[in-house]
């Protein structure tokens, strides 16, 4: 079954918080969240289950169009999204922020990999903060460090 | 090898040893299998990350032939069930490992199967336009059919009365000439108003295809002048039409009218309530293509209706007496033959040109001698020269059945042209013919030393001539018509025997 793209948007004192859920892919369509004429705008992917490179193309269009001078804040950033941004020049305009994602976690007791919420801030010099499980296990980071923060640099250049 | 180049690539790469055991891979080879650096450690060989392609076997097919191994398009499974289409290319290293690249084509499979559907989609759509706008125009020119149908009842009404008062006044013999007129009178009523019933039904049929035939222009232009006939002469217009005979060119022939009455009802509209009135039908040629020109002197069109007189749903009439999709849908039909509508500068009225292919060049383009295709022996190219588009359509038929092609030429001189510019295999040509006979072709053939085999289609040569043209110009034999299927697959099969 096909897990189009749903956007809702709330829009309050010229800050836009928009909460994307399903697939971004060619048949996505933004023109509900085009020329918004808000100074802010809050994008929240933690429902989005899927993008693909067209999908990537559509966001990438939809972001340039964007006033210049707005503020672009992502949110709640699955691993597929991050994914993206790291192989995607474009993907994140300058003057973007990544405020949070989800970086995968090993749990060595369950045999299992969690996605845990992360902040930009807690990475400092490229390294993954300690997390721990509800039972009080270490978790291990799940992925290549260098690779998975990559999108940081481009954040700050 | 350096790695570092490997880890820029924007494709999931790897290497193997002879087993399969992974010893490197890129970034994107653990982001395409969403498997973590922890995972990959753990597999013993990198086909525990997917199912659906035997991959140890194309690498031992690599290994054995020391050569790069591609697999054909196939579809994996990974580990969370996602599918992939891809395509997997082996190369074999010189420290007996493995590069293993995988190309991802499950976007461009899905974007493809969505082009396929909206196109089939569209053409459904387009066709339904087209239904409408015929159903439209037939809706419009309704009153006048009405008329035309009315005034050949009342005739044979009329004429009906008077053949019983005939017959009621009991002496036949000293007044048969007069009941056989009363006869042939309603014969003609009837069919006159058969003739229009029918020609509204060839217009309204719905095609699902666009079924093609070889047709004459003259056929098609009379149709529409006979469907729209009530309409002309109620709002008195003299039409002239082209005098030629047999413009054959391939196309639908109900589309083919369909553009004709638009084009005509337009000039119509226009010269409503007007003295004088006058539409001129002209055909022209060129080498390639016939033009048809309709020219009106109506009000004609202003500039500013001119730049947009093509584009759907633009009219200038009033709301509820014009859809706006005449020209547009006229347009496309002309351009899926290859031709053209364009609207000529014109001091009076309007004047639109229709310049559509010639059936030789239609099918020239269409056979596989354009398209470079090899065939075997057992396949023919057939010229065929007919100015009759009944026996083309047939031979067609027959021919492409029997699984040889068919190139088509109207009369002498442009079978010449294309027997100068490409190799057939054998000849078919009608005898007599407008403007050159079959023998004329004949000769000019064998004067090029041209070997070709020519067969005759005739129901009216003598016996005389045909023995004289086979010494004289070889000729091969002759098909009467009306013939058959089989008939001509007895000369296909000697023709493919002497071939080989």
């Not at chain 1, 210049?68 to 994140?92: D, L, R, S, T």
């Not at chain 2, 289409?85 to 293993?100: A, T």
Request: contains cysteine; hydrophobic residues 35%; negative net charge.
């Amino acid at each position: 079954m096909s897990d189009k793209l749903s956007i809702e948007t709330v829009i309050e004192k010229g800050v836009a918080d928009i909460k994307l859920s399903g697939q971004i892919d060619e048949d996505s369509d933004f023109a509900t969240i085009t020329n918004i004429g808000c100074h802010t705008l809050n994008f929240n992917f933690d429902k989005v289950t899927l993008i693909n490179s067209c999908g990537v193309r559509e966001w990438i269009n939809y972001i340039e169009g964007i006033e210049e001078n707005a503020k672009i804040i992502y949110h709640n950033c699955p691993q597929i999204v991050i994914e993206q941004i790291n192989m995607v020049h474009g993907f994140i305009k300058k003057g973007t922020k990544v405020e949070s994602f989800y970086a995968p976690y090993y749990s060595e007791d369950d045999d299992d990999v969690v996605k845990i919420l992360l902040r930009t801030d807690e990475i400092v010099e490229g390294k993954a903060p300690e997390k721990k499980s509800e039972s009080g296990e270490e978790l291990e980071f799940d992925a290549i460090e260098a690779q998975y923060f990559q999108f940081i640099s481009q954040m700050d250049s | 090898m350096n790695l570092s180049y490997l880890d820029s690539i924007f494709e999931p790469i790897a290497l193997v040893d002879e087993s399969g055991k992974l010893t490197y891979y890129n970034h994107y080879f653990s982001s395409f299998f969403k498997a973590s650096p922890r995972v990959l450690k753990k597999i013993k060989g990198i086909n525990e990350l997917f199912s659906g392609f035997d991959i140890l076997d194309l690498l031992s097919k690599s290994k054995e032939s020391n050569s790069i191994q591609v697999s054909k398009e196939v579809l994996i499974n990974l580990n969370d069930m996602s599918e992939y289409h891809v395509v997997f290319k082996i190369v074999p290293q010189d420290d007996q490992q493995y590069l293993i690249c995988i190309n991802d084509i499950s976007i461009e499979k899905n974007l493809y199967t969505k082009y396929r559907y909206q196109i089939d989609e569209l053409k459904s759509i387009h066709n339904q336009i087209i239904q409408a706008d015929k159903l439209t125009t037939i809706g419009e020119i309704t009153a006048s059919i009405s008329h035309e149908v009315s005034n050949p009842l009342t005739i044979a009404s009329g004429t009906l009365e008077l053949l019983k008062a005939l017959t009621e006044e009991g002496d036949l013999d000293s007044q048969s000439e007069m009941i056989n007129t009363c006869i042939n009178d309603i014969d003609e009523s009837f069919s006159r108003i058969n003739s229009i019933i029918k020609g509204m039904k060839n217009f309204l049929h719905q095609n699902e295809e666009d079924h093609l035939e070889y047709i004459a222009i003259e056929d098609s232009l009379n149709s529409a002048l006979n469907l729209l006939e009530g309409t002309i002469k109620q709002n008195n217009i003299k039409v002239t039409s082209p005098q030629s005979e047999n413009s054959i060119v391939f196309a639908n022939p109900t589309k083919l009218e369909q553009v004709f009455i638009n084009l005509v009802k337009n000039s119509v509209d226009a010269l409503s309530n007007q003295a004088d009135s006058e539409i001129e039908i002209k055909l022209n040629q060129t080498n390639v293509c016939y033009e048809i020109d309709f020219i009106d002197n109506g009000i004609g069109i202003n500039d500013e209706s001119k730049a947009k007189i093509f584009e759907s749903f633009y009219t200038t009439k009033d709301v509820g007496e014009g859809t706006g999709l005449g020209l547009a849908i006229s347009t496309k039909i002309i351009e899926s033959y290859q031709g053209s509508i364009e609207l000529v500068d014109s001091n009076k009225g309007a004047h639109f040109k229709i310049t559509i292919p010639k059936m030789e060049l239609t099918s020239v383009s269409n056979t596989t001698l354009a398209s470079g295709i090899d065939t075997d022996s057992n396949f023919l190219s057939i010229l065929v020269v007919d100015n009759e588009p009944k026996i083309l359509n047939l031979l067609n038929n027959y021919i492409s059945e029997l699984g040889h092609q068919l190139i088509c030429a109207s009369n002498i001189l442009e079978a010449q042209k294309t027997i100068d510019n490409y190799d057939v295999d054998l000849i078919i040509t009608d005898f007599f013919m407008p403007q050159g006979n079959g023998d004329e072709l004949a000769k000019a053939i064998r004067d090029k030393q041209i070997e070709t085999p020519i067969y005759y289609l005739s129901a009216k040569i003598e016996d005389s001539k045909l023995k004289q043209d086979m010494d004289k110009f070889n000729i091969s034999g002759l098909i009467d018509k009306p013939f058959e299927k089989k008939d001509i697959e007895e000369v296909l099969c000697k023709v493919v025997g002497s071939k080989k």
